[in-house]
C-alpha cells in the first residue's frame, strides 16, 4: 500500500471512529436527532457500532479494500440523505458527529462529506 493510500486509510478511520463514538456518547439524542434526518428507525442503533468497525479497520488496514468501499458507501448514503432533505428546504441538526455536530445541515456537510469520499477513494490506491 503507498504512503497516499496509507494515510487516507488511517484518516478515514480516524473520521469514522470520532463520528461512531461521537453518536454512542450522545445516548438517546442521537437516535431522536436521526430520526429527524429521516435515518430509518432500525438503522440509527446500528448506525454508530456499523462506523466503529468500519472505522477500525480502515485504520488498521483490515481486510482491504472492504473497509474502504463500506465507507464510500455510508457517505454516498449520508450525502443522499442530506441533499434529499435540503432539497425539501428542510434543515433538521446532521448530528453526524453527535453533540459536536447540532447545527443544521447545509452545502457545508456535503462538502465535508465529499472530502471524506476523497479520502475514502485515495485509500484504494494501494
Do not use: T
Not at 453526524?96 to 447545527?103: K, T, V
Amino acid at each position: 500500500m503507498s504512503a497516499v493510500a496509507l494515510v487516507a486509510s488511517v484518516l478515514l478511520g480516524a473520521a469514522f471512529v470520532l463520528a461512531g463514538g461521537s453518536k454512542l456518547a450522545a445516548g438517546a439524542a442521537w437516535p431522536a436527532q436521526a430520526r429527524d434526518l429521516g435515518a430509518p428507525r432500525f438503522a440509527a442503533p446500528l448506525l454508530p457500532w456499523l462506523e466503529l468497525a468500519v472505522g477500525a479497520a480502515l485504520v488498521v488496514q483490515l481486510v482491504e479494500p472492504w473497509p474502504a468501499l463500506a465507507a464510500i458507501a455510508l457517505l454516498l448514503a449520508f450525502s443522499a440523505l442530506i441533499a434529499l432533505r435540503l432539497s425539501q428546504g428542510r434543515r433538521p441538526p446532521c448530528a453526524c458527529f453527535g453533540a459536536w455536530s447540532a447545527s443544521p445541515i447545509g452545502p457545508g456537510h456535503l462538502a465535508r462529506n465529499g472530502a471524506l469520499l476523497a479520502l475514502g477513494v485515495l485509500s484504494l490506491w494501494g
